[in-house]
């Protein structure tokens, strides 16, 4: 706000000669004279003491002007500087020291009004005898100065507004800036104020917003500018676009309201549960208007960077009763940066809510999967390169007695030149399931167990376990104890034990100890779990069958930090129970990532 500048000169002139005057005899020797310029001042009356508004023939420009002595009483003053014939000549004043107050007349500013900007200026100065002294005085605005615009786009889309200003102080009347009316600035008192913005768009549906604004001081210049907004939403008296511009050389202070066509109706999206190749979407709707239909609804989605949103319609929304919008947005990159929003597109409505960007997971592959890597250390065989931490086994309990009961093989394989074969064999005193699992061994417990521990680090979210396997069993000949009531008993086929399972932690398992081992169904460190169907765990008369095991997650927004996989030739080799000679084969295993994983 530019500066408006009021001089007051003074010039004091001593040593005249004695006189005498209507006010009284003056010493000559202390006299002096006042001469007081003010330029491009009109007329000017005594300001009033109320918060009333301007009256109508306020002139801002016009002064009141004051000369106080020391005790505060008016030595001289007038309400009509520029034509008082007093103060258009030399003033005589004892010597002494004074202030001169001026101030635009006929009212006090504490008020509000259009047009009515409220000037103030004080300075004193120090009369000596027989001297001449010059005092410049500035005066400047007092009040504050508000300034509303509606940008076209704004005029365009709505078919009435009024933005009302509030000051904080008591008594002080409201300002309403009318749409198309109100051209004039408007002012108010220094202090605290808040701007109300009510609009009605084309199809009469009301809506408003506002905005407080705190530590307001005289002379600061507020420009309210309010736009039509190209997207995203402001409603409810908060959010939305609110850009803000200071120039605090002139307390200039720009504010642009970004006001949407239909912002009556709220939408709000929320972060994404993304995984490799798909992500489950979720957004609501807040607050919408009675025209409202679910049928206007869709997602709008893009990879970050690029210039166009692609569309999800809205026959792939789930939409519940309180308003919540959910949807999977399926053939997605994974480990690439994309990011939704939320959409209300109805006749001439258009409503966007803000976008969220997420970023899909990675697709972990299996290592080792065809078992093409194998290496010995002694006699224990080893499903991986050598220093490589992956793949274990039971064998290097059953090598201290007999040889590795788990082995690469050549001659029965599905696909590449080995694969994997699993036979159960007993062991001078102890029934030895063969094994292949992921994870490492841990120690022998005595001449009968041992100590495992369970799982690889993994932190993505596959859908199945798939491969291939061939499975030869034969009889049950040895019995362990407390069996599961499922078990087979002796003399019948044995079954081979495969599962896969996504977990939130190492596991640390002593088969001498039953109650290490997990129960998949109920214990909160398994994430999904899934296994070979009873139907599938039966001789494969020496064919290769494929295996698809889905995983069936407990939890869809958990991520695991441990990938367990577990292949035995008897499966319940645990308890020592199963059939001598089963044998299992197992090749060109891999995990799989589909975009419909299986709930329980």
């Known amino acids: 706000m530019k500066k408006i500048h009021y001089i007051l000169s003074t010039l004091l002139l001593a040593a005249l000669v004695v006189s005498c005057s209507q006010e009284g005899d003056i010493d000559e020797a202390r006299q002096g004279y006042l001469s007081l310029k003010i330029s491009s001042l009109t007329s000017t009356h005594a300001p009033s003491a109320s918060r009333a508004a301007a009256p109508d023939d306020y002139a801002p420009k016009n002064l009141h002007v004051e000369i106080r002595d020391v005790k505060g009483t008016v030595v001289k003053s007038t309400d009509d500087f520029e034509n008082d014939a007093l103060f258009q000549e030399n003033i005589r004043l004892t010597a002494g020291n004074y202030t001169i107050v001026a101030h635009s007349a006929n009212w006090d500013g504490e008020g509000s009004g259009f047009d009515t900007p409220f000037y103030y200026g004080q300075t004193t100065i120090e009369v000596k005898p027989q001297t001449l002294v010059t005092a410049t005085l500035t005066c400047t605005l007092a009040n504050v100065k508000i300034t509303v615009n509606y940008d076209q786009s704004f005029l365009n889309n709505f078919k009435s507004a009024i933005a009302t200003i509030t000051s904080s102080i008591a008594e002080v009347t409201p300002l309403a800036f009318v749409m198309n009316e109100t051209t004039q600035a408007g002012y108010i008192p220094a202090g605290d104020f808040t701007v109300k913005l009510d609009v009605v768009n084309h199809k009469d549906e009301p809506n408003s917003l506002s905005q407080d604004f705190t530590d307001v001081q005289p002379r600061d210049h507020y420009i309210l500018n309010f736009k039509l907004a190209d997207e995203g939403y402001l409603g409810d008296g908060a ?30 999206t929320r972060g994404a549960n993304a995984w490799s190749n798909f992500a489950m979407l979720n957004a609501s709707v807040t607050a919408k208007i009675e025209s409202f239909t679910n049928d206007g609804l869709t997602f709008q989605w893009r990879k970050v960077g690029d210039a166009n949103w692609a569309v999800l319609s809205n026959s792939n929304l789930t939409i519940d009763a309180s308003d919540n919008v959910t949807a999977t947005l399926k053939g997605l990159q994974p480990n690439a940066n994309y990011e939704y929003r939320l959409c209300y ?3 001439d409505t258009e409503v966007l809510s803000d976008p969220v960007a997420f970023t899909t997971e990675q697709q972990i592959a299996l290592y080792n999967g065809g078992f093409e890597n194998w290496w ?3 006699k224990v065989a080893y499903a991986t390169e050598q220093g490589v931490s992956y793949w274990d086994t039971s064998n290097q309990g059953a090598a201290s007695f007999g040889g590795s009961n788990t082995t690469e093989t050549t001659s029965v394989v599905h696909g590449g030149s080995k694969a994997a074969m699993l036979q159960s064999k007993y062991i001078v005193i102890k029934f030895a399931a063969a094994s292949l699992y992921t994870g490492a061994f841990g120690e022998l417990v005595g001449t009968s167990g041992a100590k495992l521990n369970w799982g690889v680090p993994f932190t993505a979210r596959p859908t199945a376990l798939k491969g291939y396997m061939q499975y030869a069993p034969v009889a049950i000949n040895r019995v362990g104890s407390n069996l599961p009531a499922d078990a087979p008993g002796k003399g019948e086929t044995d079954q081979c034990g495969m599962y896969c ?6 596991l640390h398992i002593d088969n001498t100890k039953l109650e290490t081992i997990p129960n998949w169904d109920t214990d909160s460190r398994v994430i999904a779990y899934g296994a070979l169907p009873l139907e599938q765990n039966v001789h494969s008369g020496g064919q ?3 295996v698809n095991i889905p995983l069936v997650y407990r939890d869809l927004t958990r991520k695991p930090t441990h990938l367990l996989i577990v292949f035995s030739a008897s499966k319940y080799g645990d308890y020592f129970h199963g059939g001598e000679g089963s044998t299992l084969y197992v090749d060109d295993f891999s995990l799989e990532y589909g975009d419909s994983p299986v709930v329980r």
């Open 345 to 347: 597109i109805k006749d």
């Open 376 to 378: 010995m250390d002694g």
């Open 501 to 506: 399972a996504l977990l939130t932690e190492e």
């Open 544 to 546: 290769w069958k494929e």
């Open 239 to 268: 959010g939305g676009g609110i850009k803000v511009e200071v120039d605090e050389t002139t307390k200039t202070y720009t504010f642009t309201f970004e006001v949407p066509r239909k912002s009556a109706i709220t939408l709000v």
